[in-house]
């Protein structure tokens, strides 16, 4: 089979990898991928959001099955436009990634649907907003409708800081088009737990759960990332707890998506806080998150190929989806300053026993060696019997990978461990 896989970071690196673990697969696309993940696939240098281009390229390649991985591609109908060319996915069309394209969506999704979740208020009208949040309860968390690199969500102490997410979102448009509609909702406390579900729209069959760790620096401190690490499973979520999210949350979501005539078919990514009164959503996503893949798919010992084509064809019920019971810790390498200002273009050196371990989210070439091209560099992942093997196994591995100016947070799975004891 020829496959395609639309995307270019660590998490389409870690898709590609498990895709080739089947005989069947001949060759692997990605577009527009990047220079690290050469040895795996073949990069073709085509925008991920370049939709036109995507299809055209897939038709005259003959793809037979695509996977479309980013939510910018999902939510702009990547997954319709293939389809349409007969080419079949992995991937919910656009009618059912706004779950993700629009956080006002999901939040009324969710009232509508008895689907557990944080108390809110939507807004289009800046004074309005701004009213509002001068006598929300704090702290308060604003949230931009729309897609903003997993940026959008600003959880406010004080009033000023409140104040000053809904005018960054509604007026000086810091995430363009995605804060013309913001949320503003309820903080809720607790831990919080990630959980990807591969489902064809009848069946949902959950993934291993992982811990993600957003905040830059060590101690959960400095500014919100698209995540420095991960830890799969998470401690938190206890086989009472899946019960509930079954019953409460996955089902129910699943079912409200097909009576709105919006079946959808994926990965569908529970953001999960398991609060005091049980577990919440706070957010959904259309697709594998970044980098909880990272540490999930490791774990995953069913072949990744046949549980997508099962989503895609309706025979998820009869397909097996079984993990490891093993650990995983996954550690981001990145560029220091991200997510603000970073320098690229330094050499990457990995060792060839790091490398099977190792995903690689932003690289390049430069006089035919491999240079850094990203704010998140890679991801180092290392399996273990134990947590506190996995954790050990992953900064092991992490130490011997060299780039200037890199960085990574020291203390990825503390909080896991902490609360495995």
């Not at 970073?342 to 099977?356: M, R, T």
């Not at 850094?372 to 954790?391: C, F, K, M, Q, Y």
């Amino acid at each position: 089979m020829k496959l395609l896989v639309v995307g270019g970071g660590g998490r389409e690196h870690a898709i590609v990898k498990s895709l080739k673990k089947n005989p069947q697969v001949e060759e692997i696309y990605v577009l527009p991928g990047n220079a690290g993940m050469e040895k795996d696939a073949v990069c073709v240098n085509i925008s991920a959001k370049d939709i036109p281009a995507i299809v055209d390229f897939a038709v005259k390649t003959k793809i037979d099955y695509a996977v479309v991985a980013p939510d910018d591609p999902l939510v702009l109908g990547a997954v319709d436009a293939l389809e349409e060319q007969g080419i079949p996915c992995f991937g919910p069309r656009a009618g059912a990634a706004i779950i993700e394209g629009s956080k006002v969506f999901a939040k009324e999704l969710m009232k509508k649907y008895g689907i557990p979740t944080a108390r809110y208020e939507t807004f289009s009208d800046l004074e309005s907003a701004l009213a509002y949040v001068r006598t929300a309860p704090l702290p308060t968390v604003v949230k931009a409708d729309g897609l903003a690199l997993g940026k959008g969500v600003i959880i406010a102490q004080n009033r000023q800081e409140a104040e000053e997410a809904v005018r960054s979102m509604m007026a000086d448009k810091v995430f363009g088009k995605s804060g013309e509609h913001i949320v503003i909702e309820e903080f809720l406390t607790g831990p919080e737990v990630s959980v990807l579900a591969f489902t064809d729209g009848k069946t949902v069959k959950p993934m291993i759960s992982s811990m993600d760790h957003k905040r830059a620096l060590d101690g959960d401190l400095g500014p919100n990332t698209g995540g420095m690490g991960t830890v799969a499973p998470n401690p938190y979520y206890t086989p009472a707890v899946a019960e509930r999210c079954m019953k409460e949350i996955f089902l129910p979501t699943i079912q409200a998506m097909n009576v709105e005539g919006r079946t959808f078919r994926g990965c569908l990514y529970f953001g999960l806080m398991i609060t005091p009164d049980g577990p919440k959503v706070i957010e959904y996503n259309c697709r594998f998150g970044d980098p909880e893949t990272q540490v999930v798919l490791p774990l995953l010992e069913s072949d990744l190929l046949t549980v997508m084509l099962a989503t895609t064809y309706g025979r998820l019920a009869e397909t097996e989806v079984k993990f490891s019971d093993q650990y995983a810790c996954c550690v981001i390498l990145a560029s220091k300053g991200y997510p603000k200002h970073y320098e690229k273009g330094f050499p990457l050196e990995i060792p060839a026993e790091a490398e099977k371990h190792v995903f690689i989210a932003g690289a390049g070439k430069k006089d035919g060696r491999l240079v850094t091209n990203g704010g998140r560099v890679l991801g180092v992942t290392a399996l273990g019997d134990t947590l506190e093997g996995a954790i050990e196994s992953a900064y092991a591995l992490a130490d011997t990978i060299h780039f200037e100016n890199a960085f990574c947070r020291r203390d990825i799975g503390a909080r896991a461990l902490k609360a495995g004891r």
